[in-house]
């Protein structure tokens, strides 16, 4: 350790020749003491420095995995940025899509005010149509009316004479055209009545005459004229029914099978 003033100044007092070797001997624990204090330093220096060195390693990992997250998170961005530009494309993509959409949704409006129109056209030719056609009915109807006319006129001329030659029946004064009461008292008109009598029977004349004789037109007879006159009269019904012609061969056929006793064609009254 360093000498004070105080250990100098005894020293001071000592034999010259004893206070040199006491010098030497302070010199010596003087050399001593730096020389353990440099190495005590020094090894707390080497502890500094692996300290430091650690650190250091421990700093460059941190740096490295610092560098390596900065990699991925360059990778990450770049992604994004790829990402990103899909995105782009896809939005692009929409708004162009959207933009035909609309074209689309633009030409559809006009076709659909186009076709708005050709079908208040339409509808205006079907409803002129209809009326052209229900008048075209009237017209046919009071034309198929007179054509019934006019061929119950010629049954009414000629059917006695047929109806004795081919039955045997004897008309009892006229045949005619008129209204009777159903077996509910309901009025119905028939085409052609009239009585008739074979061998002392009775029988009522109940004809229809139809221009064109289908199997529908003959069931329509049979359902709202004979069924309706069953029971009215104390004599037996005898149907017949007049026509121009028939819709199929077979129909004749069917109205004998359904109970009329004969269907006389417009030919025959010559």
Not at 125 to 139: F, P
Not at 190 to 214: M, P, W
Request: proline share 2%; glycine share 4%; aromatic share 6%.
């Amino acid at each position: 350790m360093p000498m004070t003033v105080a250990l100098f100044r005894k020293l001071e007092e000592v034999d010259p020749q004893l206070r040199g070797v006491l010098f030497a001997i302070f010199e010596e624990i003087e050399q001593q003491r730096e020389e353990t204090v440099t190495k005590s330093e020094f090894n707390e220096l080497k502890e500094i420095v692996r300290g430091l060195a650690e650190a250091q390693r421990q700093t460059e990992k941190r740096i490295s995995e610092l560098a390596e997250a900065l990699k991925q998170l360059a990778e990450a961005q770049k992604q994004t940025e790829k990402r990103i530009d899909k995105l782009e494309i896809i939005v692009g993509e929409l708004a162009e899509a959207q933009k035909q959409l609309t074209e689309a949704q633009k030409q559809t409006e006009n076709r659909l005010q186009r076709l708005e129109i050709a079908v208040n056209q339409l509808t205006d030719t079907v409803q002129a149509l209809i009326q052209d056609h229900s008048k075209t009915r009237i017209q046919l109807d009071g034309l198929s009316t007179t054509v019934g006319f006019v061929l119950e006129n010629e049954a009414y001329k000629f059917l006695p004479a047929l109806l004795k030659q081919e039955f045997g029946l004897e008309v009892q004064g006229k045949l005619v055209r008129k209204y009777v009461r159903d077996k509910k008292g309901e009025q119905i008109e028939v085409n052609i009545i009239g009585e008739a009598a074979r061998n002392g029977d009775r029988f009522v004349i109940i004809g229809e005459s139809k221009a064109q004789l289908s199997k529908s037109k003959i069931e329509e007879f049979l359902r709202k004229k004979l069924k309706r006159l069953e029971g009215v009269y104390q004599s037996e019904l005898f149907p017949i029914l007049i026509t121009h012609m028939i819709s199929q061969p077979e129909v004749a056929e069917f109205a004998l099978q359904q109970g009329i006793k004969r269907v006389y064609y417009s030919y025959e009254f010559a």
